[in-house]
């Protein structure tokens, strides 16, 4: 499996962005996706992910903001983010894994990254 995430980056506060993630492989429809972010000097946080029915789970601190979907068909994976914060300021990764998890080591798979800077 390959991921490639991309639609990182400048936006000022209150503004919106989507990431977009573009995977490759076998059984992709059975996987779990999810977004991940780290900012710098922190650790990897779980953002969202979606299960295979297309159930989604978020983090306290983008409930409400951020919407995780995924488009089987296409094999992509979106996050759109509104309302954005500066503490949003981070690289968001994108993830894929066989079980729904909230820990980064339970992916197996992960893209690249996109930078994401929220500042006015």
């Known amino acids: 499996v390959q991921l490639q995430a991309s639609g990182g980056g400048l936006v000022q506060p209150g503004g919106s962005l989507r990431l977009s993630c573009a995977a490759s492989?076998?059984?992709?429809?059975?996987?779990?996706m999810a977004w991940f972010r780290q900012a710098p000097g922190k650790q990897r946080e779980w953002v969202s992910c979606?299960?295979?029915?297309?159930?989604?789970y978020y983090a306290d601190s983008v409930k409400g903001r951020f919407t995780i979907s995924r488009d089987d068909a296409k094999n992509m994976v979106y996050l759109q983010m509104n309302s954005l914060k500066p503490e949003d300021t981070a690289v968001y990764y994108c993830?894929?894994?066989?079980?729904?998890?909230?820990?980064?080591?339970?992916?197996?798979?992960w893209g690249q990254g996109t930078q994401v800077t929220v500042s006015s």
């Open positions: 993830a894929a894994s066989e079980v729904v998890s909230r820990t980064a080591r339970h992916y197996d798979y």
């Open positions: 492989g076998p059984n992709l429809d059975y996987h779990a």
């Open positions: 979606i299960n295979s029915a297309g159930t989604d």
